[in-house]
T-cell receptor, first 112, second 114 residues
Framework: QQQVKQSPQSLIVQKGGIPIINCAYENTAFDYFPWYQQFPGKGPALLIAIRPDVSEKKEGRFTISFNKSAKQFSLHIMDSQPGDSATYFCAARYQGAQKLVFGQGTRLTINP | DAGVIQSPRHEVTEMGQEVTLRCKPISGHDYLFWYRQTMMRGLELLIYFNNNVPIDDSGMPEDRFSAKMPNASFSTLKIQPSEPRDSAVYFC????????????FGSGTRLTVV
């Protein structure tokens, strides 16, 4: 059973466009929602994270939008660049625990 | 800091053989996690440790898998006997208490069982 559902599986965007990746969850016991970026042959790396008492967080060109009532959150990449081409994972952490559960991942391609 | 170090980077073994994957976490991180990544199942948590003690091993697929953390700077994941369906990329990650900085992942071990 997938505890964090991520969509789309793959996404192709032209340079300068704004790719949006969506995630949804059911378990209200999650208290921390990070996004990870993974390049081929590398481990995932933390990109940006949000807590459920905040509706939006920006770091550079990356923005997380969080809708607590709908149990959904999304990643937006402004002014996307070919170097942003990677696989992106959303995740959720159980309150009081350290373990993360991950979405299935989105393979993002930014065309020049 | 060199980050989380995993070895070997690649491992090819025959079905039935024992495989041992190794991990050195970041110094000062008191949590260590083992994940498995496949196309079909994505990133799955296998087991995690806190201060060298296993906290949750509910993700370990079966008795063929075992993990140890004899000290704060070393952990192993062992598969005995290995099967072709164990082929995957295995990641080790570490984090400090609170995890506000998130996990730091190693570069992974790509295991192929033939």
């Amino acid at each position: 059973q997938q505890q964090v559902k991520q969509s789309p599986q793959s996404l192709i965007v032209q340079k300068g466009g704004i790719p949006i990746i969506n995630c949804a969850y059911e378990n209200t016991a999650f208290d921390y929602f990070p996004w990870y970026q993974q390049f081929p042959g590398k481990g995932p790396a933390l990109l940006i994270a949000i807590r459920p008492d905040v509706s939006e967080k920006k770091e550079g060109r990356f923005t997380i939008s969080f809708n607590k009532s709908a149990k959904q959150f999304s990643l937006h990449i402004m002014d996307s660049q070919p170097g942003d081409s990677a696989t992106y994972f959303c995740a959720a952490r159980y309150q009081g625990a350290q373990k993360l559960v991950f979405g299935q991942g989105t393979r993002l391609t930014i065309n020049p | 800091d060199a980050g989380v170090i995993q070895s070997p980077r690649h491992e090819v073994t025959e079905m039935g053989q024992e495989v041992t994957l190794r991990c050195k976490p970041i110094s000062g991180h008191d949590y260590l996690f083992w994940y498995r990544q496949t196309m079909m199942r994505g990133l799955e948590l296998l087991i995690y440790f806190n201060n060298n003690v296993p906290i949750d091993d509910s993700g370990m697929p079966e008795d063929r898998f075992s993990a140890k953390m004899p000290n704060a700077s070393f952990s192993t994941l062992k598969i005995q006997p290995s099967e072709p369906r164990d082929s995957a990329v295995y990641f080790c990650a570490s984090s400090p208490t609170g995890g506000g900085q998130g996990y730091t992942f190693g570069s992974g071990t790509r295991l192929t069982v033939v």
